[in-house]
């Protein structure tokens, strides 16, 4: 039986999660996840590794097993390093997927409560809205002109009209046309739904196959850095092959010299470089989220270093979203509201308040707690009650038995309402909208409760006291009736009565003042997109400083009167778009892009999705924006604040960059180290680092360093850079010619160190320990050059980024452990270094690095 508390009330939380303990809950099953042991494991499903085990297997069998073991015991710390930033990533983005999971508004304990889909249960009652999508099976028990989209099952693109029909007595659905289903989208209306089936059980559940989680993409930039892979392998194969080969040809050891191109080629090939982008990007997307910023796809961390143009909301994003009614024009004049109380105006109170979609919790003792909804309509209730039982009575001395809801292109809603529980109590329609829109449907105006005709000169009048109003940025809601001809229809708006404008304000937000500064500083243009009316939206838009004068503002109708091309040329000069629907984003976005930019676009409606999905940038509205929104998005704000998203455009710049200076210090490191051993075999030297060396550099400098400059803290001046452009490769702007120039003096300086060492006499171990040392610090030397492409170490603050500091530490260490602990040293072949053979390698390490940062220094100054 179905239980007539459990309509008006909802479940009880205990209730609830009674029944989410014995049906489960509310989600498809996952495809089967990697374990950690198979994560760990695939470290090692790699051809060069698979290649460096044999080697070391069948050096052990041949003698060498000191070697050999260690060799294998850097593989697997190599391994071990390589599961905790996979897993690690793999976390994060699991969590982020769970923040990004769908919510819903359901019915509980007699409030409404916004709770995670998957909590949902069998009985729940669910408030659904055009642009939610349905979060279970079930079925409508109240529906105002419900309107579902149904495609993603059926592949019918019609939308379906969904009624309320009612139970039988043993609390079973009487039809079939007031059922709803999982995944499918409220295209238009509002209603009531009640639970029937969750998860696998629902019709989605059946088809489980055709939803999946959200996608995880490959950044563009990691698939240009695969490819760059795969040509680095090659190039790096091909070079160990000839130092091997040459190697054997002069009558070295084969397996020594096989052993050493392995190791070489291990240390050569950066085949960290893609997953160390993904660490970097899933890092910068965690403190994204710590900024409010949810990031629901990795390629668009790389596109908003790129943003030139963010396009935004006004109400809520620029805006404090707490409206609060100033000024009413009632009967010919303009009342405000702080210096005078509003009384006697029976019809303008109905009217704002029976046609208004806010909802109540009347077991709340204050009306910020009461009330729940939209901040406009809380306004225009707050305007005239301020006791929650008056508030009380008043609602329920009414009954709505029909309504034509808000629609973004009507810029209107209505209600018809029947007052006092008498039978045949008189029925009166209420509309409330934009004062054009609901002007344009008047034939009559109330005065001094006087109905009159609604003459041009009298409209006239009324639309000059809205443009004095608007001026003084207040948001106008104009009121109307009617009690004749009360047809259930588009024609209910027709013919009405004209009572008065509720002129209401939200104050700019104090950090969107700063953000928008920051914007102009980074090369940004900031543009403010509204449905309010111009004057409106000029006064808060010169307020924020995004505009100056009138002529940078364009209204809805303008862009509907000209054409795609025509609104090209006119764009540029726009910095304010008034009275503009979401259809109209559309153009706007495209115009935009036409013209080179890189587009961020936000929106909370269904149908902002569209534009959304167009922009380069979407960004959905994480507290007022619709599930449609949010799956069409790249980005959700979780505070519906505009500094978010010029934080996030920060954030993106930030992570490009550090992308770019672990680019540049990995490939300098293996070019180094190539060279090296080339260089060594060209001209007929000795190799001046073993194979186990070779590991051990690799172990030591290729690792924690780089991953620390991933997180390296920003430029000072980040945000007074122009925007990149978006097909700008990672190598632009002379970054080639930084890695060519510095791995090949890494190279020369080590290979230098060891021929000082054999000038004095030195033997081979002590000149190949001089070698390593001279290569392990120039690296970590370099990685502090690599934090800035403009500025020298002696411009960079050290200890801004402590854990390069810790790594660069923990590096030399490993580097001192190998020279001065004995076990160690006759591991790796090394000596302890004497004071005048440790100047040798501090002159050879630090000598380029200090010339480099002297030029630096004198060309900024």
């Not at 009624?163 to 009531?192: H, I, Q, R, S, W």
């Not at 000149?767 to 960079?796: D, G, K, N, P, W």
Request: hydrophobic residues 45%; proline residues 3%; contains cysteine.
């Amino acid at each position: 039986m179905v239980q007539e508390k459990e309509l008006t009330s909802g479940l009880s939380t205990k209730e609830a999660e009674k029944r989410i303990k014995n049906f489960g809950i509310n989600e498809l099953k996952h495809h089967n996840k990697a374990s950690a042991f198979k994560i760990f494991l695939s470290q090692f499903n790699d051809f060069i590794v698979w290649v460096l085990i044999a080697s070391t297997i069948i050096s052990g069998i041949i003698g060498d097993k000191a070697d050999a073991i260690t060799i294998l015991i850097i593989i697997v710390i190599n391994a071990i390093l390589g599961f905790v930033q996979e897993f690690k990533t793999e976390k994060s983005l699991e969590a982020l997927k769970e923040l990004a999971a769908p919510t819903c508004k359901v019915l509980r304990d007699s409030s409404i409560q916004i709770i995670n889909s998957i909590y949902l249960t069998i009985g729940d009652i669910v408030i659904l809205e055009a642009g939610d999508r349905i979060p279970a099976d079930g079925f409508f028990i109240e529906s105002s002109s419900v309107v579902v989209d149904e495609s993603l099952l059926t592949g019918e693109s019609v939308g379906v009209n969904k009624e309320a029909n009612p139970y039988k007595a043993d609390g079973k659905k009487t039809k079939k046309n007031n059922e709803g289903f999982m995944g499918t989208t409220v295209v238009k209306g509002k209603g009531l739904f009640k639970v029937d089936c969750i998860g696998m059980n629902t019709e989605m559940g059946k088809i489980a196959d055709l939803i999946q989680n959200i996608e995880e993409e490959k950044s563009p930039l990691n698939k240009r850095l695969d490819s760059l892979g795969k040509v680095l392998v090659v190039i790096c194969l091909v070079i160990c092959a000839i130092v091997t080969a040459m190697g054997i040809i002069r009558g070295n050891d084969i397996t020594e010299m096989f052993l050493l191109g392995v190791s070489l080629a291990v240390a050569a090939i950066p085949e960290g470089l893609a997953a160390i982008v993904t660490v970097s990007l899933a890092l910068g997307v965690s403190r994204m989220l710590k900024k409010n910023a949810l990031v629901r796809k990795l390629p668009a961390v790389e596109t908003l270093g790129c943003t030139s143009v963010i396009c935004s909301d006004k109400t809520g994003t620029l805006t404090q979203n707490k409206m609060t009614v100033k000024e009413v024009y009632l009967n010919g004049r303009i009342h405000e509201l702080e210096k005078e109380k509003l009384s006697n105006y029976t019809k303008f109170m109905k009217a704002l308040v029976y046609c208004n979609d806010c909802n109540y919790d009347f077991t709340k003792k204050k009306m910020s707690e009461a009330l729940h909804g939209d901040p406009t309509e809380t306004a225009l209730i707050n305007m005239f009650f301020n006791d929650v039982n008056d508030l009380e009575d008043f609602i329920n001395d009414a009954n709505r038995i029909y309504d034509i809801p808000f629609d973004s292109n009507r810029k209107m809603m209505s209600v018809i309402i029947k007052e006092g529980a008498k039978e045949g109590a008189n029925e009166t329609c209420y509309v409330k909208g934009a004062p054009e829109r609901v002007i344009d449907r008047c034939e009559f105006i109330l005065e001094n409760n006087k109905i009159k005709p609604f003459t041009y000169q009298k409209k006239k009048q009324v639309s000059d006291f809205i443009t004095a109003m608007s001026s003084r940025a207040l948001r106008c809601i104009a009121a109307a009736y009617k009690e004749d001809n009360l047809t259930k229809s588009d024609k209910l708006e027709q013919n009405l009565i004209f009572i008065g404008i509720a002129g209401s304000i939200d104050p700019p937000r104090e950090e969107a003042r700063d953000a928008v500064l920051k914007c102009k500083l980074a090369g940004i243009k900031p543009i403010m997109i509204t449905g309010d009316h111009q004057n409106t939206a000029l006064a808060i838009a010169k307020s924020l400083n995004i505009c100056n004068t009138a002529d940078q503002v364009m209204t809805g109708d303008e862009i509907e009167a000209i054409s795609d091309l025509e609104l090209e040329g006119r764009i540029k000069k726009v910095r304010v778009f008034a009275r503009v629907s979401p259809n109209h984003k559309l153009r706007i976005v495209r115009a935009f892009k036409k013209k080179g930019n890189i587009v961020a676009m936000t929106g909370d409606g269904v149908n902002d999705a569209p534009a959304i999905k167009e922009s380069d940038i979407g960004v959905a509205m994480g507290i007022s924006g619709t599930d449609v929104t949010k799956e069409a998005s790249s980005m959700i704000l979780m505070d519906d604040n505009f500094s978010t998203i010029v934080a996030a455009v920060e954030e993106g710049r930030i992570i490009y960059d550090n992308i770019r200076k672990f680019i540049r210090y990995l490939l300098s490191c293996n070019l180094g180290e190539v060279l090296t051993m080339f260089l060594a075999t060209l001209f007929y030297l000795p190799n001046p680092l073993s194979p186990i060396q070779i590991l051990l550099v690799n172990l030591a400098t290729d690792g924690l360093p780089a991953i620390a400059l991933g997180v390296d803290p920003p430029e000072q001046d980040i945000m007074r850079q122009s925007p990149r452009e978006k097909k700008e490769s990672i190598f632009a702007r002379g970054l080639v010619e930084k890695i060519v120039i510095r791995g090949t003096l890494i190279g020369l300086c080590t290979l230098l160190s060891f021929m000082v060492g054999r000038y004095y006499k030195m033997d081979l171990e002590t000149c190949r320990t001089l070698a390593l040392c001279t290569l392990i610090l120039s690296q970590l030397i370099h990685v502090f050059e690599c934090r800035s492409e403009r500025y020298s170490i002696f411009q960079i603050k050290l200890f801004t980024n402590p854990y390069l500091v810790g790594a660069v530490l923990i590096s030399i260490s490993l580097m001192c452990s190998v020279l001065y602990v004995p076990f160690l040293q006759n591991v790796f072949h090394t000596v302890a270094l004497s004071l005048n053979q440790w100047l040798i390698v501090l002159f050879f390490s630090g000598i380029i690095a200090f010339i480099n940062s002297v030029y630096l220094l004198i060309k900024t100054k």
